[in-house]
Structure formats: C-alpha cells, structure tokens
C-alpha cells in the first residue's frame, strides 16, 4: 500500500488548514457566492508566488482550496483526509467522498495473476502541489472528453469567485440580484429561496455555461448549467445508524457532460464503444422503481416504498422544485422513501462519487469483486474465511472496506451480499 507523497510545505500547509477550519466555517466563508478576497488571494504575493499565479495563498489552486478543505480530523466541510495511516481509511465521508483515497493503491493475486487498484484510479486527480497531488498519468485528458488532466484543480468545477446564481424562476445567470445566501442545503422544511431583488448560489457552488478556469485559454468552455439538488446541513458523516440524502433534483449528468460527454453519446464515430449505462434526464427508472423499492439485499425482495432509499445507490427525483427536494433532504433517517412516480432517473452519482471513493472509478461499491459482503464479514486481508480470500479482499484491510462503505455494518447487507446493481437491476 503506498502512502501520500510527502512535498515541502505539507506540514506548515495541515496547520494552517486546522487554524484555519476552526476559525471561519465555510458556510460563513462563502455564503453561496464569492468569499472574502483575503481569504484566497495574497494582495502583494511573496517569494514563493509565480507569476499568473493569480496571488493565490497555495501554490495553485486546488492548494489553495485546500488550505480551508484539508486537515488532519474530519470537519464538516472537509473534502482531503491528512497523515492517512496504513490499513486504515480517511476521515471524511461526504457523499462527494474523500480526496485521500486516491493516496491509497492495492495489488492481489487474482484469478487472472497480479492485480492492483491504483490510487490514481479512485477519483478526481486535482493538481495541488502543496499536497502532493498531481495529474492522473493514466488519462492525459477528461474520459469521453477533452479537458486536459493537467489543469483538473478544484476551480474546473466550482466557481471560486462564486458569480453563478439561481435567480427568480430558477434561472441561472452571472449577475443581476445579488446572492444572499448558500443553494445548496434544505432541512426538510428550511431552504433558502430567490426573489426578484436577490438570488442565491448554485448547488456546491458549481459553474455554468460558458465557464472556463483562465488557464485554459479560450477552450473546454461549459455548455450546461449546474445541477439543482439540496443537501442536508448535516453530511459528513459515516452512515453506520442513517444515510445522509442528498435530493438530486435535475441536469447532474447533463452537467457531468461539460467534462465527460462523450460516455453517454450513442454511437460516437470519434470514440466507439464509450457509450455506457444510460443516465439523465431521460434516463427513467419506469418499471425499474418497482424493484429499487422491492430490493433490500441479495435474495431479499421483500421490501417496501417506505423504507427503501439508500444512498448507496442515490437516483434523481426528476424535478427543480426546491420546496420538493427539500423534503426529501435527510441525515437522521427520517426520509427513506424509495422513487414513486417512475419519473426518477439514473445519474452519474447513483454510481459515482463526485470526489474520490474507496473503488475503481470513484464508485459507491467494489464492482471487481464477485461479492460486497463474504461469510458475513466486510472483506480484507485480515478478514478470515471468504472475505480473506485474496480476490475478495483485493488487498485492503476490513477497516479500509468498512470505510469504503461509509462505516456501515456487513450486517447491513446479506452474508454473501452481492453488487449493488441490484438494487435496481435484481439479478
């Protein structure tokens, strides 16, 4: 298993991000919109800044996202776990997922020889030097895509001045009304809303159309605005007693495809065999809700609407109505109403984290192994029986699994749980 790559200034770097997380909480920081200039930009720069830095505090951006987002205990905002240990599993478990699994790779002797799982292969490679994070060497651009991965950084996908905005009518514009509060948070019965004098921020403050970072030079411009979807305020959390429910409303996998849209396009001449799963709008579960809300594990069929929703396995509610999604926004377990209508669609997240994850392809669950559960145990090297076997554990530890699965317990699933596609699929 290798351990993160140490760089001058990571030390000095994870102090700061703890002073820092103590002393201003994002929410305030941000607020939806744009932060304070000082808390991000350096007003003469110093001796360590390039120049088209941008007077950044890091060393490029990500660097300096993560100077607030990075530390070495979980905080609420917290998307990069430090001085992760050996056989154990980062911190953070936000539905976006946690940055420090991509410091982690495994190798096995597999039924087809030698395999591995590459740090590189759990997610979102952002550049941020400070950290010892650097481009993906397996994928010089975005897959489906064009965008180059040497410049993937936090900022390719938020806006770091915050300019995007859901106006009246959910409307998304870069000026008009200012914004006054965060997009991206409802707790069932407290959301924010705009009006015709103020807006308020995207979701997780993500860009729209025509965004691009300026080193990128005039190309890769976005052509979809950002998705509409409500978090609980409570979400970094493990999922051991509840699921933290995100309500995804609309457009995420139309947003995804600013980056990756050749994946989903039906016979690309350019790039055959990419077309793979359907997701978006039109991608409706129909007769499939049915059996999302009949599945409880492997050889359980019997459950029921009520109590059927796993963010495991999170699906789109097929609407931009906030007072809707905000109803169904949940971190206590009192929301686990399955899809009703059929109207519901599959998106990129109903597999995918945003961020990083535990498995190959940043996804919710080990699709390489023929079982998520063995013998009742969370598989891994110290695991005995089934779950010990070497194709099974696939080189992790139990607590590297059980963190992969959001702290859940094996118990959860049946002994021999198999994939998750199930839940929607049943096989």
């Given at each position: 298993?290798?351990?993160?790559?140490?760089?001058?200034?990571?030390?000095?770097?994870a102090?700061?991000?703890?002073?820092?997380?103590?002393?201003?909480?994002?929410?305030?920081?941000?607020?939806?919109?744009?932060?304070?200039?000082?808390?991000?930009?350096?007003?003469?720069?110093?001796?360590?800044?390039?120049?088209?830095?941008?007077?950044?505090?890091?060393?490029?951006?990500?660097?300096?996202?993560?100077?607030?987002?990075?530390?070495?205990?979980?905080?609420?905002?917290?998307v990069?776990?430090?001085?992760?240990?050996?056989?154990?599993?980062?911190?953070?478990?936000?539905?976006?997922?946690?940055?420090?699994?991509?410091?982690?790779?495994w190798?096995?002797?597999?039924?087809?020889?030698?395999?591995?799982?590459?740090?590189?292969?759990?997610?979102?490679?952002?550049?941020?030097?400070?950290y010892?994070?650097?481009?993906d060497?397996?994928?010089?651009?975005?897959?489906?895509?064009?965008?180059?991965?040497?410049?993937?950084?936090?900022?390719?996908?938020?806006?770091?001045?915050?300019?995007?905005?859901?106006?009246?009518?959910?409307?998304?514009?870069?000026?008009g009304?200012p914004?006054?509060?965060?997009?991206?948070?409802?707790?069932?019965?407290?959301?924010?809303?705009?009006?015709?004098?103020?807006?308020?921020?995207?979701?997780?403050?993500?860009?729209?159309?025509?965004?691009?970072?300026?080193?990128?030079?005039?190309?890769?411009a976005?052509?979809?605005?950002?998705?509409v979807?409500?978090?609980?305020?409570?979400?970094?959390?493990?999922?051991?007693?509840?699921?933290?429910?995100?309500?995804?409303?609309?457009?995420?996998?139309?947003w995804?495809?600013?980056?990756?849209?050749?994946?989903?396009?039906?016979?690309?001449?350019?790039?055959?065999?990419?077309?793979?799963?359907?997701?978006?709008?039109?991608?409706?579960?129909?007769?499939?809700?049915?059996?999302?809300?009949?599945?409880?594990?492997?050889?359980?069929?019997?459950?029921?609407?009520?109590?059927?929703?796993?963010?495991?396995?999170?699906?789109?509610?097929?609407?931009?109505?906030?007072?809707?999604?905000?109803?169904?926004?949940?971190?206590?377990?009192?929301?686990?109403?399955?899809?009703?209508?059929?109207?519901?669609?599959?998106?990129?997240?109903?597999?995918?984290?945003?961020?990083?994850?535990?498995?190959?392809?940043?996804?919710?669950?080990?699709?390489?192994?023929?079982?998520?559960?063995?013998?009742?145990?969370?598989?891994?090297?110290?695991?005995?029986?089934?779950?010990?076997?070497?194709?099974?554990?696939q080189?992790?530890?139990?607590?590297?699994?059980?963190?992969?699965?959001?702290?859940?317990?094996?118990?959860?699933?049946?002994?021999?749980?198999?994939?998750?596609?199930?839940?929607?699929?049943?096989?």
């Amino acid at each position: 298993m290798s351990a993160s790559r140490r760089v001058p200034g990571v030390r000095r770097l994870a102090a700061a991000a703890v002073a820092l997380l103590a002393a201003a909480p994002a929410l305030a920081f941000h607020s939806g919109g744009a932060a304070r200039c000082e808390g991000c930009h350096t007003m003469h720069g110093s001796a360590t800044k390039t120049s088209g830095s941008a007077l950044v505090q890091g060393a490029d951006a990500s660097s300096t996202c993560l100077l607030c987002h990075a530390g070495v205990s979980s905080a609420p905002h917290s998307v990069l776990s430090l001085s992760v240990q050996p056989g154990a599993a980062p911190l953070n478990m936000t539905p976006g997922g946690d940055f420090a699994w991509l410091t982690k790779s495994w190798s096995w002797a597999g039924t087809a020889g030698l395999e591995t799982s590459p740090g590189d292969a759990h997610g979102h490679n952002v550049v941020a030097a400070d950290y010892g994070r650097f481009a993906d060497p397996r994928h010089p651009t975005a897959p489906g895509g064009s965008y180059p991965s040497n410049q993937l950084s936090c900022i390719s996908c938020h806006d770091p001045h915050g300019k995007y905005r859901v106006r009246e009518g959910g409307v998304v514009a870069t000026g008009g009304a200012p914004i006054v509060a965060s997009g991206s948070y409802g707790d069932r019965t407290a959301f924010a809303t705009p009006s015709q004098t103020t807006a308020i921020g995207t979701y997780r403050m993500l860009a729209g159309v025509g965004y691009q970072p300026r080193t990128l030079g005039g190309v890769n411009a976005f052509s979809a605005d950002p998705p509409v979807a409500l978090a609980p305020g409570a979400y970094n959390q493990g999922e051991r007693i509840a699921d933290v429910r995100v309500a995804y409303g609309s457009g995420m996998s139309e947003w995804c495809g600013n980056c990756h849209g050749a994946i989903h396009t039906p016979a690309n001449p350019t790039r055959p065999g990419e077309f793979m799963h359907p997701s978006g709008s039109s991608a409706k579960l129909g007769m499939l809700a049915n059996v999302y809300n009949a599945y409880v594990k492997t050889g359980d069929l019997g459950g029921s609407y009520a109590l059927a929703y796993t963010s495991l396995v999170p699906y789109e509610e097929g609407t931009a109505d906030r007072a809707t999604l905000a109803a169904s926004t949940s971190s206590d377990g009192m929301v686990r109403t399955g899809p009703v209508r059929g109207q519901e669609n599959v998106m990129c997240l109903s597999c995918h984290r945003a961020h990083a994850s535990g498995w190959d392809g940043s996804l919710r669950w080990n699709v390489k192994s023929e079982y998520v559960v063995a013998g009742g145990q969370w598989p891994g090297i110290d695991a005995i029986g089934e779950a010990g076997r070497a194709a099974v554990a696939q080189g992790r530890t139990r607590a590297e699994t059980r963190g992969a699965m959001y702290d859940r317990e094996p118990t959860a699933f049946a002994s021999f749980q198999t994939s998750l596609c199930n839940k929607c699929h049943a096989k």
